[in-house]
C-alpha cells in the first residue's frame, strides 16, 4: 500500500471517528455552557459583596478555570482575576499562571531553531 492510500485511510478513519464523537462534544459544550451560567452570578455577587475571603475566592477562581476554554468563561476568569488583584496581587498571580501553564499555548512562540 502506498503511502497515499495510507493517508487516505487514516483520514477515513478520522472523519469516521469524529462523526462519532460529534454528538459528545456536543453534549459537553452545552454542559459548559450551563456551568458557565450557573458560576457567573456567584462571580458577579463576590465582587459586588466584595468578597476578600481568600477561600472562596479559590473556590470561584477553580470553578472558573474549568470554563475558561469558552470566550464567556475566560472573559469572566480575566475580569475576576483584576477584582481579586486590586486586593491580592499574589492570589491572582497564582491563578493566572495556572491559566497559562495549563491552557495557553506556546503555538505562537517561534522554535528555537528557527
Known amino acids: 500500500m502506498s503511502e497515499k492510500d495510507e ?3 487514516v483520514d477515513e478513519a478520522v472523519r469516521e471517528i469524529m462523526k462519532e464523537l460529534a454528538p459528545l462534544l456536543s453534549g459537553f459544550n452545552d454542559v459548559m455552557r450551563n456551568g458557565i451560567k450557573t458560576t457567573k452570578p456567584l462571580v458577579e455577587q463576590a465582587i ?3 468578597e476578600t475571603d481568600e477561600d472562596e475566592l479559590c473556590r470561584l477562581f477553580d470553578s472558573l478555570l474549568t470554563y475558561v476554554t469558552l470566550d464567556e468563561g475566560l472573559t469572566l476568569f480575566k ?3 483584576r477584582y481579586v488583584y486590586s486586593f491580592n496581587p499574589q492570589l491572582a498571580y497564582d ?3 495556572i491559566y ?3 491552557y495557553d499555548s506556546d503555538e505562537d512562540e517561534p522554535d528555537e531553531d528557527d
Do not use: L, N, S
Open 95 to 97: 491563578y493566572i499562571m
Open 7 to 9: 493517508a487516505k485511510e
Open 79 to 81: 475580569r475576576f482575576a
Open 100 to 102: 497559562k501553564d495549563t
Open 48 to 50: 459586588r459583596r466584595r
